[in-house]
């Protein structure tokens, strides 16, 4: 079985920034040593109980989607199973390409994608159905994980990052694709994805893969694993490390393209070289725009309506971020004899992004402060070299444009760099067994934390005001004063003793005379006049980072108890279980002073820099008390149905939710099954939902540039509830296997960020009317002249987070697949496929105004909410195993779809998203002789580029593969075992 080939048969289960990490790993080594020698402490004295206890079996099965151990494997619910051997099968893949390749899982992050998943390169996530990251609930050995602390940007989603979860650890995975809230609670309304651990590795396991695509050096990753087996024991211990190689996007030569060929494709109309606006003496516009005519010779093109210089920023950016991932996971097992068994449990998870690489600056939101006089000595050898370009009565000139472009950042000579880190433990223990009255019991308690730290560079509005003044470096950038008198030297009666340009004093020069040569390139700038340039003492005084740590905390009590009761159905004992959960949640955030608006509000209220807003602290708490119940009923020999009630406690303004389902299987005949399942689902807003601010980086059409998009937290919030059923039908002949499912969501007050383009495209409309009904939406929109508004002065939009508009969605999954068994050989063909019917939208309420609505199923959804949503994808698989060898062959198809917004919005390019069709190539060599196992793989075999879409980076992160060809070679050696 493979990723392609996730069917219903269910296997049985047998038995500096970079101190920061340093000082915590050293920590978590500490932790790891000691918990690992109590485990081995343990070990030793089960070893000694063995004589008198007797070999135990360990594990009873528990599947996800029941509480009741035992249960079916082939019950009522939609469960595929991945095992270890399946994804080996397929080249091992990391966990990211895993999730992609997923059929019911649809835009998801996972790929650098700064435009707009902000913050969250070194993450990962899964999407069931396209509803969300935030509503798949993701377990680890059928318990709660923490969530990762930075959300979503244009969705305020957390959810919990699977690059966490170290891939030499995993036995299994378990997709639920079905609502589940009724048995775990909130975030379970797509459905569960059960990262379940090998817990039977006998020996040491070394191993490690190399994969190289076109234009990278390589990633690799290394793994070791202990596993100690007992009669009544075992403790495993798996340790990772990858390692990523830095890409640019340049690498690819679909990834930055002219702007012909896409207006959108990281082309901003406020560059550097810029534009300028000419103003007399009494600062009054002398002329319309003037554009810096050194801006094709540093590199930038004229485009637009006014023919102004334009930018292209993501010759700077990254398609892969240099990325290191530290990884470890520990269990240790025991039954105690006396028909109990303990687990214990430790994750650590360390991930580092050190030089995140973006544009060398951001666009500034507001540009009236970017004011520079005659006297300037880059204005004066500009109209020296440039006569009669700006008018006759030219006293000073206001700046359209960016503090560094085509001549890099002067700090590091190209891109600006930043970087993020995440920092993951895990611990888990529980107790299970039986009573002698045969009922079972299962407690557990897990405590989870992410702690991650995000750090992007901007430029000072006050500095960037000084400077171009004269009077940069030798004041204050945040607050534009000269130290020794406290006050501004641009203010009026100023007594201090600088002067522009003299002494400590430099000038921020934006002409093109200031740029030696293109950052990309290397070519030199032939106006370029040496003296003029900006030097990096200006450069890292007029820039600093935007810093924020946030954190996340999850203690959860699991307490269950089950078995089968003393009422007989006429095909056996009623099963149930009964429990409790309670969970305490935290989010903590924590901003650098000059990110904190309360410490520093900056000019206008939003902080100090030019783009990035700025957030206020926030530390946040609360406790989710749950009872649940379930029961499986075998009706007859042929029917077993499954019934399950959740009670779920928010407390405050949430409240509570009551949620049931009921799910049946009826084996029609030996070889054909009709399954079905229906329930209630829910979520609660997260903490980071309810309050606070954060910022993203959005593209605004009218503006043809990036803006930033301010969200705001909203501790009014409802939960969000869905109605679900889902039926389907089974079939299995032994060698020949499918099923099929039709499923069905109807949601309800999903908790939304309001849609930014939506909000701007309302906005556009109400300045163009005569009638003020319609202009409480301005009420949004931060522009640059507030007394003149136009769509194309637009500097800042305002969103809310709230509860939206209904959604409904429903669609089928087909999964197909036969086994010849020829001679000593074994041939398989399988299939699967997921068909997304619809995904339709009502219009919601912003103002007083209807926002957006409609079926956004087949859509690139740029405009809107949701991800992008091809209508179906496919996989094909052949299999041909002999012997110790496996060949495989995969084809993966992926629809075409459309891109919903309005040609001007795209660019008038990319109206639709080409369906791909790639093939992947498998060989696998198992030895047991050698105890070895050795993979080949070739991913994307004919090389096929991804399709272009009207986005920053030409193609559509959330859905496709970027790197073309992929080769990877992979190689585990096992050694030994205890026994």
């Not at 009666?493 to 340009?501: M, R, V």
């Amino acid at each position: 079985m493979e990723i392609g080939q996730i069917h219903d048969k269910w296997q049985k289960l047998a038995p500096d920034h970079n101190s920061f990490g340093r000082k915590r790993m050293k920590t978590f080594k500490g932790m790891l040593f000691y918990a690992s020698a109590i485990a081995l402490s343990s070990s030793l004295v089960a070893h000694a109980q063995e004589a008198d206890d007797g070999e135990r079996k360990l594990g009873t099965v528990t599947v996800t989607g029941s509480f009741i151990q035992g249960t079916p494997e082939d019950a009522a619910l939609p469960v595929d199973v991945l095992s270890a051997q399946d994804l080996k099968l397929e080249g091992k893949p990391t966990i990211t390409e895993l999730i992609r390749n997923l059929g019911p899982s649809s835009g998801v992050d996972g790929q650098t994608n700064q435009f707009a998943s902000n913050g969250l390169e070194g993450t990962s996530n899964i999407n069931l159905r396209g509803l969300g990251p935030a509503r798949t609930l993701v377990l680890i050995n059928g318990h709660r994980q923490t969530y990762h602390p930075y959300s979503i940007g244009e969705q305020a989603q957390l959810f919990v990052d699977t690059n966490n979860i170290p891939s030499a650890a995993i036995g299994r995975v378990e997709v639920l694709k079905d609502g589940a809230a009724a048995l775990y609670g909130s975030d379970a309304i797509a459905g569960v994805v059960n990262f379940i651990t090998n817990q039977d590795l006998d020996g040491f396991e070394v191993g490690g893969s190399f994969s190289q695509f076109d234009g990278s050096d390589g990633d690799f990753d290394i793994s070791a694993a202990y596993g100690l087996q007992g009669a009544n024991f075992n403790w495993v211990t798996s340790v990772g490390y990858n390692k990523r190689s830095e890409v640019l996007l340049s690498e690819k030569d679909w990834a930055v393209r002219p702007f012909a060929e896409n207006p959108v494709g990281g082309w901003s109309s406020l560059s550097n070289p810029g534009r300028y606006v000419p103003l007399s003496a009494g600062f009054t516009p002398l002329a319309a725009n003037v554009n810096d005519f050194g801006c094709d010779e540093a590199g930038g093109i004229y485009a637009g309506a006014a023919s102004s210089c334009y930018f292209q920023f993501t010759q700077f950016d990254n398609l892969v971020e240099e990325e290191e991932r530290y990884q470890v996971f520990s269990e240790y097992n025991r039954n105690l004899g006396n028909g109990a068994e303990l687990h214990l449990e430790a994750m650590y998870a360390y991930s580092d992004v050190p030089t995140w690489k973006t544009s060398p600056s951001y666009p500034p939101q507001v540009l009236t402060n970017q004011l520079l006089l005659a006297s300037h000595p880059g204005f004066i050898q500009y109209n020296l070299d440039n006569p009669g370009v700006f008018p006759a009565g030219t006293a000073a000139a206001l700046y359209i444009g960016r503090s560094f472009g085509y001549g890099g950042s002067p700090l590091t000579g190209g891109a600006q760099e930043g970087y993020r880190t995440s920092e993951t433990f895990r611990g888990s223990g529980g107790l299970k067994g039986d009573f002698t009255n045969g009922v079972n019991y299962d407690a557990t308690i897990s405590y989870s934390t992410t702690e991650s730290e995000r750090l992007t560079n901007d430029t000072y509005i006050t500095g960037l005001t000084n400077a171009l003044r004269g009077f940069g470096v030798c004041t204050d950038p945040n607050t534009g004063f000269d130290p020794a008198t406290g006050t501004s030297p641009l203010s009026a009666g100023y007594a201090g003793t600088l002067a522009a340009g003299v002494g400590s004093c430099e000038y921020y020069n934006p002409f093109s005379n200031a740029i030696p040569f293109n950052a990309v390139t290397g070519a030199a700038n032939p106006t370029f006049v040496p003296g003029l340039e900006n030097t990096a003492t200006l450069a890292d005084w007029i820039t600093d980072p935007s810093l924020t740590t946030a954190k996340t905390d999850l203690l959860v009590f699991d307490g269950i108890l089950s078995g089968e009761s003393s009422v007989q159905a006429s095909g056996g004992a009623v099963g149930w279980a009964a429990g409790m959960q309670v969970r305490r949640e935290s989010y903590k955030l924590d901003p650098s002073a000059l990110t904190d608006l309360s410490v520093t509000p900056g000019p206008g209220g939003t902080g100090p820099y030019s783009f990035l807003a700025g957030t206020l602290p926030s530390d946040e708490s609360q406790t989710i008390y749950a009872i649940f119940g379930e029961l499986q009923v075998p009706l007859y020999d042929n029917l077993n149905m499954q019934f399950a009630v959740r009670y779920e406690d928010y407390g405050g303004e949430i409240g509570s939710t009551f949620d049931p389902k009921v799910a049946a299987k009826w084996d029609v005949t030996d070889n054909f099954a009709l399954r079905g399942s229906a329930q209630t689902s829910f979520k609660g807003p997260t903490l980071n939902q309810l309050g606070g601010v954060g910022t993203s980086l959005q593209f605004v059409a009218p503006t043809s540039a990036f803006k930033a998009v301010d969200t705001f937290g909203n501790a009014d919030l409802k939960p969000e509830s869905a109605f679900s059923f889902n039926v389907g039908a089974l079939y299995d002949t032994g060698n020949f296997q499918a099923s099929l499912d039709y499923y069905n969501f109807d949601f309800s007050d999903p908790v939304i960020v309001e849609e930014q383009a939506q909000i701007v495209n309302a906005a556009v409309a109400a300045l163009a009317t005569a009638t003020t009904a319609d202009d409480a939406i301005l009420s949004r929109i931060t522009f640059n002249n507030p007394l003149a508004p136009s769509a194309s002065t637009i500097s800042r939009i305002r969103v809310n987070v709230t509860n939206g508009p209904n959604i409904q969605t429903s669609g089928i999954d087909l999964r197909a697949s036969n086994v010849w068994d020829v001679g000593s050989s074994e041939f398989t063909l399988g299939a699967d496929a997921t068909y997304i019917i619809e995904y339709v939208v009502d219009p919601y309420i912003v103002e007083g105004l209807a926002i957006g609505g409609g079926d956004y199923v087949g859509q690139f959804n740029r405009s809107n909410f949701t991800r992008s949503m091809p209508q179906w994808k496919a996989n094909v698989f052949a299999n041909y195993a002999i012997g110790e060898h496996n060949l495989r062959a995969v084809m993966r198809h992926i629809d075409s779809y459309k891109d919903e917004r309005s040609a001007a919005a795209r660019g008038g390019v990319g109206e639709t998203i080409d369906s791909q069709t790639t093939f992947d190539l498998f060989y696998n060599l198992t030895s047991e002789a050698w105890g070895l196992d050795f993979g080949l793989s070739a991913v994307n075999v004919t090389d096929e580029d991804p399709p272009f879409a009207a986005f920053d980076v030409n193609y559509d992160p959330y859905t496709h593969n970027p790197f073309g060809r992929t080769f990877k070679v992979s190689v585990t050696k096992r050694f030994g075992g205890s026994n």
